[in-house]
């Protein structure tokens, strides 16, 4: 009976010995599994660190752009306003042309302003579709994307 029982003994050590052998060479799978999952997931964040740079260097460009056409188109507005006005002044000061001149010069400053208006307004727009297009939204209908971890049957 005794050796009923030491055998009996053996086999459940064994066993027990097995199952955790069995475990331990999952545990050992997982760890892997983990690891790589791990290191993909620090590209995902290395290569999202450089895009977000890269972004920033976009938007900075697209602002340093607006501010000189702004600037320069401004320099250009006040130039021309100020030598257009030296015939209209000089037309101003003879009655037989003032009239005429008056109603010219405000066609003249209608228009020219307008157009003005259109540039700074097109150079605010472009800079406004730029900056959106490399600022991602956030929004609750547009949440920031997820990374997606390792799959679930690749961990057991």
């Given amino acids: 009976m005794l050796d009923v029982a030491f055998l009996l003994a053996t086999c459940a050590v064994i066993a027990g010995t097995a199952a955790v052998v069995v475990q331990w060479q999952r545990a050992e799978r997982d760890v892997v599994t983990v690891a790589a999952a791990n290191l993909r997931l620090d590209g995902f964040i290395d290569e999202n660190k450089r ?72 150079n605010r727009a472009l800079s406004n579709a730029f900056r959106d297009s490399v600022t991602p939204k956030q929004t609750p209908e547009n949440p920031p994307k997820q990374l997606s971890g390792p799959d679930e049957d690749t961990t057991r």
């Fill in 51 to 122: 895009m977000a740079e890269a972004a920033a260097d976009v938007a900075d460009a697209v602002e340093t752009t607006t501010a000189a056409v702004q600037l320069g188109t401004g320099i250009v507005q006040a130039s021309h306003q100020a030598i257009a006005s030296i015939p209209f002044e000089i037309l101003n000061a003879i009655p037989a042309t003032r009239d005429t001149s008056r109603i010219v010069r405000s066609i003249h400053d209608e228009t020219a302003g307008g157009i003005y208006r259109a540039i700074f307004g097109a």
